[in-house]
């Protein structure tokens, strides 16, 4: 199963003109607890697919909104000339087909 099946909200977005958040909101308590407790999504996973250090990611569960808040530093500052992506809002992608037991 896909994380996107047992979400029902993943995105990306600025977090300043610095810093990207990412929000992994589920369906149910048991869908967070499963992917909360097995740490899929984890700073070394994020550091691998977005190509900085895991010491760069911050990680948060969020227990009473079921939800899973990531944080990185952006790969150059909203609006240069260098971004691709100015509002952060396309960065989710990976996190869409990551791979959840059953």
Not at 38 to 46: E, G, M, P, Q, R
Not at 49 to 75: F, G, H, L, Q, S
């Amino acid at each position: 199963m896909k994380l996107w099946e047992i979400t029902k909200l993943i995105r990306s977005k600025n977090a300043g003109a610095f810093e990207l958040t990412f929000d992994v909101i589920f369906k149910d308590r048991a869908g967070y607890e499963k992917v909360r407790d097995a740490k899929l999504i984890n700073a070394d996973w994020f550091g691998k697919t977005y190509r900085m250090k895991p010491e760069a990611v911050t990680i948060i569960n969020y227990d009473a909104a079921n939800a899973i808040k990531i944080t990185i530093p952006r790969p150059v500052i909203s609006g240069d000339i260098m971004d691709t992506d100015v509002f952060g809002g396309q960065q989710y992608g990976p996190l869409v087909e990551l791979d959840v037991p059953s």
